[in-house]
């Protein structure tokens, strides 16, 4: 797959990780227009805390984009902020551009500082094989316990010229969505504004990767940054609507990859959560149901156990009505009116047996709705996760 | 070991589960002052609903105990609900009791309705083996996923008597402790008012099985019942010191034995959390690592990566300083004032290896305290719940 136009990206072996991918650079020659969402974790990665001054002190315009993997470069206090801007510093000269058109963002362990010399001998490796086509080389050297790369693509019509928009993400961990890292990085060749392109990725982030994470409960190191090249030659004040559909769809690929992509996940739960006073209420049922580790073993063996999903319900602290409430499974109705509904057990259990499984969860009192996409608990994700740092 | 005076109990098979003991029953022959603490989940299982109201009938007086496990009879609806009546009735038939003095507690499965007649066959069994050695069949009924039983036991002094404590509890599940069925039998022999009794449970509750789990964060079954007979012959009004005391290690003894039996533990995490603006900031802080799963696999793999629980703190929602917070695992320090500290990694790694792992995490900005015992995460947990129910 090829970049939008205007777009160059690489993925190399920077020796951070072992035998493995782990420093991504994506060059924008004549820059880009950017906007950016950040993890709302009070522990702030250090090239976090960069990147947002960057791209205030820039007025919204990036031309580099460092990412390494291995090494989140989190809770490293002033010695990681150092290595960071080492980093930057080495970028900028390689790339010439400014110290504040360059945008970095880390993955990995928490609490090492960032190994900044291996990156810093590595950029000029990463730069020369800069390519229209080096999306694939840098999808993969983002990664950290993914399975797989994570990139998805739209095109859109934008005030009478054709454009595209590809974006590549990283996740897993997704136990907790929220504490996973997760980077994504969308790349389009319209030319649109830094200040649309901030409403813009808050719309779509708001109902793609925040709706596998929970608001306000994110990592160390999240980060969404969307660049516009304007290479397509489109008025700057064109209608927008195609551009954030194809955003959204873009952004809700990528959530859905995130997820189906969790350490062991072999099920994706879709929950949508409805008849709540408040999307508040919604939002704390939801969030109660699909980090419940109870309901995610449930999912992971295929069992339509849903007295798991309605005890979550219960201590979630969403308000709902005790008479009311009722679940469906596909088309199957489990629970209705408070009370366990009648069914065929293999029926259910065929649901549950799918690669999806769409819940919808009617709490009975009210028209407030929220979704959010969950993936099972297996053994993969123990392992994964027992054994991280070794 | 033997009850103390004034109680008998028994073990047996009913038939719910399949070879497995699943009825016990406690008979105190001549009645026991008694206090509860119930479930805060919003869906309470019928037997907690009919002994919530059977307590405050009897003004506090209990007869006969009878606990299955196998069906938690909880969102059953009004049949769960006249399923546990008519079990209520054919005890308090059988034990020649009021029904109002009749105490009834389930565990299991949820959504699924009481078998009552098995129960109800089986009462008369049950009765006919009550013995004052009884405890060990009964501590075996009760239980579900656990490994072993959990009985613990005390002595004190009373008004000049020698009293005796005997407690028996059931839990599992303990990934989040809170969505665990707990129940905890406790009986004293020492006399002690229903009202006395009421207080004394809280306050031993709250330094135990609350801290395992987290306030109001509950299952829908569980309870906690303390009952006293009496026999010990004291006057009702003597100081109630020793026995607080002697309720507290019970129950902190019970607490315990949960969380260590928790599903596939190895290991048994006591977080202290100090120096919190707030009891809800430390609560806020504690709860979050002693439930992330990634904190529970680490810990399973004995990895003292503290990346992870300064990550959850950092997404708690809990006030903390960035530049004071710090983090010691036995006696190594691990992070002081927001910065990593200087310690050899096999040094934390023996302490992460320990059965019992103390950690002490202080956020640097009050005074404030919280302690939680949590279980790590391995893949038995995930074995025995995603076949749970087959």
């Known amino acids: 797959m090829k970049l939008p136009r205007g777009f160059l990206a690489s993925g190399i072996r920077a020796g951070i990780r072992k035998k493995r991918p782990d420093l991504g650079l994506i060059y924008a020659p004549n820059g880009a227009n950017a906007a950016a969402v950040f993890t709302q974790n009070r522990f702030q990665a250090a090239p976090v805390t960069l990147s947002k001054s960057a791209l205030k002190k820039s007025g919204g315009r990036v031309k580099a984009v460092v990412v390494n993997a291995g090494c989140a470069n989190a809770v490293t206090g002033q010695e990681g902020m150092d290595a960071a801007k080492r980093v930057r510093e080495r970028a900028a000269e390689v790339l010439k551009c ?22 810093r001998e590595s950029i000029p490796d990463a730069f020369t094989r800069l390519a229209a086509g080096g999306v694939e080389a840098f999808s993969h050297a983002i990664l950290t316990t993914d399975i797989g790369p994570k990139v998805a693509q739209s095109s859109f019509a934008i005030g009478g010229k054709r454009a595209r928009i590809v974006g590549v993400a990283k996740g897993a961990g997704m ?8 980077l994504a990085f969308v790349m389009t060749d319209a030319a649109i504004t830094p200040a649309a392109l901030q409403r813009a990725v808050k719309d779509a982030v708001d109902q793609s990767f925040n709706s596998i994470s929970v608001d306000g409960d994110t990592s160390t190191n999240d980060t969404v940054l969307v660049m516009a090249s304007g290479a397509a030659g489109n008025d700057s004040d064109a209608d927008l609507t195609a551009f954030q559909n194809a955003l959204n769809k873009v952004c809700r690929d990528l959530a859905w990859m995130i997820v ?17 006073r408040s999307e508040k209420d919604a939002r704390l049922a939801a969030h109660a149901v699909a980090t419940s580790p109870l309901v995610k073993t449930a999912l992971h063996g295929g069992d339509p156990n849903w007295g798991r999903i309605l005890a979550a319900v219960g201590r979630s602290g969403a308000r709902f009505s005790l008479k009311k409430i009722s679940l469906t499974a596909g088309n199957i109705t489990l629970v209705k009116n408070g009370a366990p509904a009648q069914y065929r057990e293999k029926d259910a259990a065929r649901v549950f047996a799918r690669e999806r499984v769409a819940l919808h969860l009617n709490l009975g009192s009210g028209t407030a709705s929220a979704v959010i996409l969950s993936s099972d608990l297996g053994h993969d994700y123990v392992s994964v996760n027992t054994d991280y740092r070794s």
Do not use: C, Y
């Open 175 to 182: 136990i907790h969505p929220n504490m996973a890292t997760m």
């Open 260 to 276: 189906r992509d969790g350490e062991g996940a072999i099920r994706v739960m879709e929950l949508e959560v409805s008849g709540a």
């Open 98 to 119: 400014r110290q504040d058109e360059v945008f970095l963002a880390s993955t990995g362990v928490i609490g090492v500082v960032l190994p900044d010399k291996k990156i």
